[in-house]
């Protein structure tokens, strides 16, 4: 964590961030995804922890 945020500052984000990042996530877990294929191919099928760690993401985000 950065200094200034330790210190009590904040980071001033775009209201659309979150969104935005939401629909990064979807793209890079869609079905026509490189990512999620080479995932797949190094894992055991759907059971990835990288699966789980971008769908906690988007909970988080859409919270």
């Known amino acids: ?4 945020l330790r210190d009590g500052g904040r ?3 775009p209201d659309d961030l979150a969104v935005l ?3 990064a996530l979807d793209r890079i877990m869609a079905a026509d995804s490189e990512w999620r294929d ?5 894992a055991a099928g ?3 922890p990288a699966f789980d760690t ?6 988080v985000l859409m919270a």
């Open 38 to 42: 080479l995932r797949q191919d190094a």
């Open 21 to 23: 990042a939401v629909r």
């Open 46 to 48: 759907d059971v990835d």
């Open 11 to 13: 980071l001033d984000l």
């Open 54 to 59: 971008v769908y906690g993401l988007r909970r």
């Open 1 to 4: 964590m950065p200094d200034f």
